[in-house]
Nanobody
């Protein structure tokens, strides 16, 4: 089975920076894209950023300029560099991997999540 393991979460103060990492393993196919999502208590999971294997990136508007996503294709690793963190960034951050089949359907795989807590 596909395994995604996140790391790097923790407790920080507002204005601090933090880097999250995710390593994918047990993959029986090529990964086409990876992404980071987050979910705050009582709220829906939301996209933070995604990246294709050609290094094209997409950021949700609210994260542009503060968060940066990157991918190491050979190591099947994706990272999220977070800067100028705010209390509202407090959430569980999830790693996502996508495999697109021949019809273009996106098959999604998820990590267990890593907690990020930002104090004011």
């Amino acid at each position: 089975q596909v395994q995604l393991v996140e790391s790097g979460g923790g407790l920080v103060q507002a204005g601090d920076s933090l880097k999250l990492s995710c390593i994918a393993s047990e993959i029986p196919f090529s990964i086409n894209a990876m992404a980071w999502y987050r979910q705050a208590p009582g709220k829906q999971r939301e996209l933070v950023a995604s990246i294709e294997t050609d290094q094209r990136t997409h950021y949700a508007e609210s994260f542009k300029g503060r968060f940066t996503i990157s991918m190491d294709i050979a190591k099947t690793t994706v990272s999220l560099q977070m800067s100028r963190l705010r209390p509202e960034d407090t959430a569980v951050y999830y790693c996502n991997a996508v495999h697109r089949d021949v019809s273009g359907y996106e098959n999604n795989y998820w990590g267990q999540g890593t907690q990020v807590t930002v104090s004011s």
